[in-house]
């Protein structure tokens, strides 16, 4: 299923349950942060509604979580049925990193775990880890200083899939809470991983060192298999799987080869 609209940009896909809808960031050209919008769009249709500001959303157990414009992190009640957002946000978090001037780092598993980076100067070289009323601080080994972007937690909340920029073709590495460890996960460059539901595999997109070779990938944690190539392209970024684990959303420009 593909979506385009000509005045405005569809960012961020998130997949809710049943795969019919997905969750996007909808900015128009010229426009600030704060313009931003969070909508539901409607893989069948094409048609999108607006559920309010914001410049990403993750669904997660009957609630919306979103970053607003102005580093903040939000929960509200989502009405899946209705599609309509329900009582008022709450703010969780404040001063949450921004990375690309547009992306919020934030990421939430499928069991509520969820993992967010700082903005804090010049680099963030520590993850948070919430779950309820409790937060760990985890920091990456080997590394004293630096950034870590695109963070995206395990279904499980016990391993981070992270990318370290300037540090070997920025590659993605996963952070083991449990052992401690931060294991390199490509070669050649990494960009906006998404686990699998079942926590087995994770989806991202590799920039390449020319056309043949750039496009979305699909590999086991374990690393057992070599990466797959799912979709040949520049820019094609996953956002997300569907529930059942069997589709991909991703959002890509129209110069896709």
């Known amino acids: 299923v593909s979506m385009h609209d000509s005045t405005s940009s569809h960012m961020y896909p998130s997949a809710l349950p049943g795969g019919r809808f997905v969750l996007i960031a909808v900015r128009r050209p010229g426009l600030g942060m704060e313009e931003s919008r969070i909508g539901i769009a409607d893989l069948v249709t094409g048609a999108v509604d607006t559920l ?42 404040t001063n949450v990193s921004l990375s690309g001037g547009s992306n919020h780092e934030f990421a939430v598993s499928r069991s509520g775990w969820l993992t967010y980076e700082i903005a804090r100067g010049s680099g963030n070289d520590f993850i948070r880890i919430l779950s309820g009323a409790d937060a760990t601080v985890l920091p990456l080994p080997g590394r004293d200083t630096g950034n870590a972007e695109d963070p995206s937690i395990s279904p499980d909340g016990q391993r981070v899939v992270l990318r370290l920029p300037g540090s070997q073709s920025e590659d993605l590495w996963i952070l083991d809470r449990g052992q401690g460890t931060l294991n390199r996960f490509t070669v050649g460059g990494g960009q906006s ?24 990938f699909v590999r086991p944690v374990d690393q057992v298999q070599a990466p797959r190539l799912v979709l040949r392209g520049a820019n094609v970024f996953p956002g997300s799987w569907t529930s059942d684990g069997r589709s991909l959303v991703f959002n890509t420009n129209r110069g896709m080869n």
């Not at 991983?193 to 979305?216: E, V």
């Open 193 to 216: 991983p998404a686990w699998s539901p079942d926590g087995k595999l994770i989806a991202y997109y590799a920039p390449g060192s020319d056309s043949s070779d750039m496009g979305l």
């Open 52 to 93: 309010g500001l914001g410049t990403r959303g993750i669904y997660v157990d009957g609630s919306l979580v979103f970053a607003a414009g102005d580093n903040t992190l939000l929960v509200q009640p989502l009405d899946l049925n209705s599609r309509q957002l329900r009582g008022s946000a709450v703010v969780m978090l």
